[in-house]
């Protein structure tokens, strides 16, 4: 029996997952539209332009990073072509590290762990007679 309510509660998890990325993909196709509608059709950083054949490598993009944020004026969004948009993402990600997790700006310290630290003396302890 509690493999029968697991495979139900499995099925319902799998619905609510399927609802939420319908959810997603309709939000996204009406910003997407929106934006689409109010800016021209050209990459906001590389000035590349595009047509209705190429329009799907023209890519919406949130200045703040939250793709919730979607206000109808359309203030928080930037058409990006994918590389752009790729490398805008890299830069945030990257600045997001250099900052440190907790948002200080103080950087975390790099792994200071070295699995070879020991290795020559180990190394010279075996050819003096070490046990093998």
Known sequence: MKAKSSSAGGSQLDQIVAAARRNREQRERD?????LKLYPWICGRCAREFNRLNL???TVHHRDHNHDNNPPDG???????LYCHDNEHQRHEEAHL????????????????NPFAN???LLDSGKNGGSR
Do not use: F, I, M
């Open 98 to 113: 250099q900052a440190g997790a907790d948002g200080s700006g103080n950087r975390q310290s790099a792994a200071t762990h």
């Open 56 to 58: 799907h490598e023209l």
């Open 119 to 121: 290795l020559k003396a």
């Open 31 to 35: 910003y997407r539209e929106q934006a």
């Open 75 to 81: 203030s928080n969004w930037e058409l990006l072509c």
